[in-house]
């Protein structure tokens, strides 16, 4: 009986880990550091743990920090990688030496009663990756653990955002509980042909690349706001979807040009889906072109029934955010074949028959759940495509196709509907303002504002979302030739470069009003 009671006593003494996930911006980390501050005040200090190897700053004390082992920066520099890069090849390293983080929490196990794990900015940088799988069993092999969604509650109050929101917090569920080894994947017969790359096609005069590296430096802005890479990337984006309307200029002037305009988003997506500038650049698009949004998913990561169901969660939640015609690309056919997942997809007995084969209680969960996604598989389009090889690029177009076809049946009438609505809300303001004006002023013979008609100009798609630029400018004539279009485009890059080094000077000279106010050190 006393052996027993041990151990009992031994079980309850074990920590609970708290893995805690968030999108950017969520304020995952400002959770933690109140978690952290209300056990310390509870006289139950936790074991805390910082797995963001590019955070700026750690608003908690950390027992453990990655940045004390994997230099961010360094990595970035020796791989030759970007920020997103830089923080996945970290945490994998990071995970090959997380036995002796198991050892470090083993050995104080008996001297705090929580474990706060504090993972990266970047979501699917923990949730989708081998290190954030290594790390998560290794926890849950010792330890009870527990995964906490911080969800941003003010972003939240519209019905569709919110059922998104819950769709990506069920995907997360499917995905790390009751998560089994996944089926092995051959390999390929012979190595792939090698793509040629984007540099080496723009050189050939086959593309138009415009980047957003061309107009914010996102290592300035990180230096200039104090930000790690995750916020720099948010604001980097934030700055750019200000002068978006540019932007739509230079595809308006270049439409004629070409069949297809193609935006590749940050590799962190909920930077793009879930923030203010995502949606600008989404709409602004949206009310002027057909759009197609493409989602792509790694086929060779997705044969495991549980981890498919997760990730057509993810892409159902994505759907009821953009609200515009959806295209699932099942990627890394060269690997494995996708036609298992089409068969899921279309057969539910197929799907149900390969749950069978899971243990754990989630596949109770993952099978009334397809019940649900039955219905968003029938008018799902699906491609296999290997963006190695080029194989399914046709059908992949032909789907394209399809789905313009079905934006300007089904969606444009709806943004039409939504822009004639936002115009009458404005001169129905600019009326009313007008009107008090009258009133303070007494009989004053004032011309009103003629309001819009159908057959005056269309406003441009930015006018959906804001007003920029000087109105009384007048437009380039449409008439010009080929080599006056150019050099006009030319001069007005020239211009946005311009304007927007004038817009960071001056934000640059609010900070450091600010700080020096506030009395802190002013930004380099």
């Known amino acids: 009986a006393s052996t027993e009671a041990s151990g009992d006593t031994a079980q309850r003494r074990k920590p609970v880990c708290l893995i805690v996930l968030g999108m950017a911006g969520s304020g995952k980390t400002t959770f933690v550091q109140r978690l952290t501050a209300h056990l310390h005040a509870k006289k139950s200090p936790?074991?805390?743990?910082?797995?963001?190897p590019a955070v700026h700053e750690v608003p908690f004390p950390a027992n453990i920090d990655i940045r004390d082992t994997v230099n961010y920066k360094e990595v970035m520099k020796q791989y030759g990688l970007g920020p997103n890069g830089g923080i996945v090849t970290s945490l994998n390293l990071f995970a090959t030496r997380f036995?002796?983080?198991?050892?470090?929490i083993e050995n104080k196990q008996h001297n705090h009663e929580y474990v706060l794990i504090d993972t990266p900015g970047q979501i699917e940088v923990f949730t989708w990756s081998a290190s954030g799988t290594i790390i998560t069993e290794s926890l849950a092999s010792s330890f009870p653990c527990v995964v906490v969604y911080v969800m941003d509650t003010s972003r939240s109050v519209n019905p569709v955002t919110f059922m998104s929101n819950m769709l990506y917090a069920c995907s997360l569920h499917s995905r790390w509980v009751g998560q089994t080894e996944e089926r092995p994947i051959p390999t390929p017969a012979a190595p792939p042909a090698v793509p040629m790359t984007a540099a080496a096609i723009a050189g050939k005069g086959m593309i138009d690349a415009d980047h957003i590296r061309d107009t914010v430096n996102y290592k300035e802005v990180m230096k200039q706001y104090g930000l790690g890479p995750n916020g720099g990337i948010v604001t980097s984006l934030n700055l750019f979807a200000t002068r978006f309307d540019q932007v739509m200029k230079f595809i308006e002037n270049k439409q004629h040009n070409h069949?297809?305009?193609?935006?590749?988003?940050?590799?962190?997506?909920?930077?793009?889906?879930?923030s203010a500038s995502g949606t600008i650049i989404t709409e602004s698009l949206a009310s002027s072109f057909p759009c197609v949004v493409v989602y792509v998913m790694d086929t060779s990561r997705s044969v495991n029934p549980v981890t498919f169901m997760s990730n057509m969660l993810y892409a159902c939640s994505i759907l009821y955010k953009t609200k515009l015609p959806f295209i699932v690309v099942m990627n890394k056919t060269d690997i494995i074949d996708h036609s298992f997942a089409v068969e899921w997809m279309q057969d539910f007995e197929v799907f149900q028959d390969a749950l069978n084969q899971e243990t754990s209680y989630i596949s109770n969960l993952t099978r009334s759940m397809s019940l649900v996604l039955d219905e968003f598989y029938t008018d799902l389009r699906v491609v296999g495509v290997s963006a190695v090889t080029g194989s399914g690029l046709d059908e992949l177009f032909v789907q394209v196709a399809e789905a313009a076809k079905e934006y300007e049946s089904d969606y444009r009438p709806e943004y039409e509907r939504l822009h004639k609505e936002l115009a009458d809300a404005q001169s129905k303001k600019q009326q009313e303002q007008l009107e008090r004006l009258r009133k303070d002023m007494g009989e004053v013979n004032m011309q009103t504002a003629t309001p819009p008609t159908e057959e005056s100009d269309i406003a441009g798609p930015s006018d959906l979302i804001f007003t920029r630029g000087n109105p009384d400018e007048e437009e380039e004539d449409e008439g010009d030739s080929d080599t006056d279009d150019?050099?006009?485009?030319?001069?007005?890059?020239?211009?946005?470069?311009?304007?927007?080094?004038?817009?960071?000077?001056?934000?640059?000279?609010?900070?450091?009003?600010r700080n020096r106010k506030s009395g802190n050190p002013e930004a380099p």
């Open 46 to 52: 936790p074991y805390v743990i910082n797995l963001d």
């Open 99 to 104: 036995d002796q983080v198991m050892k470090f």
């Open 259 to 274: 069949e297809y305009v193609l935006i590749d988003t940050p590799g962190q997506i909920e930077v793009f889906t879930w």
């Open 486 to 513: 150019i050099d006009h485009n030319l001069t007005e890059e020239s211009k946005e470069r311009d304007s927007f080094g004038n817009f960071l000077k001056d934000r640059k000279e609010v900070v450091q009003v």
